[in-house]
């Protein structure tokens, strides 16, 4: 999630340990404590470009991490606010801050691996935009009137309201998903495997993945008062032998890829144009392939060359407006 989500409900949560004398305090410490975690984005190289991804939403995010983490994060806060908060109340504060930070990246689709060391998996539930206005402007509303009025029944209200919000997320993931192996099936195919995730900043219009054979078929599920779809674009999932025969065998450019396909979740797929291996979760426009980043191959590099990373997130006018179309106005054919 953005910064400003994550601050926010680290404060909101770390409010439920607050009283009328410390609530300012406390939601600074859960604020901080629920970014404290994406100080992994540090962690790069100028000459490995997979090292970011490999890292971010990683340890720092784990579930076992979290007592560390809010040790840290309260380590360094007691000493601003030990005139008015004890180590005690630092630390739980901090604790239920950071705790939240990990557990909300993983309603993303972007992944988390919640369960490191014990696991490399990425989590993702996908039940929430990276960006979501309509959680975070109403939780910060409520946060702003906890800490205006010393009234901790606000915090909770804060509470409740992501809650619920992340919950009707998942509500209509399984709607979104219904529709979307109908649409499959309606095309004689077997989805081999699915994912599906929300389009920026609302939980209404999704981006459904599917595989059949050799292939990604990409769409737009709209999850309205009824499910709607709009059609999109197919391509063929990332192959060395067709795309990049000349590629050589244990190259670091083959190994970055392999990096890729596990941050990816093996949703790779290729553009020739650009000679970029792409990340197919990602576009703005959700059911289209245009990738917002990827790996740019030159099969002329040395071995022990790196992959160079592409990243693009402009989007057109028309595009745009397509966009609002399918979300706003439902342009989608009926289901």
Known sequence: MDPISQGTVGAAFAQSAANKNNIIKISIVGFLSGLAPDLDVLIRSSTDPVLF????????????????????????????????????????????????????????SYGTVLFWPFSNERITWNNISIVDPLLTIPALILLGAAVKTNRQRFSFLAVGWIV??????????????????????????????????????????????????????VDAIRAGRALTWCPGESIKIFDYQYHL?????????????????WFSQ??????????????????????????????????????????????????????????????????????
């Open 266 to 335: 093996d949703y790779l797929g290729f553009d020739g144009d650009k000679n970029l291996v792409t990340d197919v979760r990602y576009s703005m426009v959700p059911n289209q392939i245009a990738p917002m980043w990827g790996l740019v191959i030159d099969e002329r590099r040395s071995k022990n060359e790196h992959a160079a990373w592409w990243a693009s997130r402009n989007v057109d006018n028309e595009s745009f407006t397509f966009f609002k179309e399918m979300l706003l106005v439902g342009k989608c054919s009926a289901k």
């Open 245 to 261: 025969p000349n590629l050589e065998e244990d190259s670091q450019q083959m190994r970055d890829i392999e990096r890729f396909r």
């Open 164 to 217: 619920s919000y992340l919950a009707l997320g998942f509500v209509q993931y399984e709607r979104a998903l219904s529709s979307g192996l109908k649409l499959a099936q309606s095309r004689g195919h077997i989805a081999e495997r699915i994912t599906l995730k929300p389009s920026f900043g609302n939980l209404i219009l999704w981006k459904s993945i599917y595989q059949h054979g050799d292939s990604f078929y």
């Open 53 to 108: 991804l490999e890292y971010h939403r990683q340890f720092t995010h784990s579930l076992f991490f979290i007592p560390f983490g809010a040790l840290i994060v309260a380590t360094l806060s007691f000493p601003i606010f030990r005139k008015s908060l004890s180590f005690k109340t630092t630390y739980l504060a901090s604790l239920l801050g950071y705790a939240t930070h990990g557990l909300l990246d993983a309603c993303t």
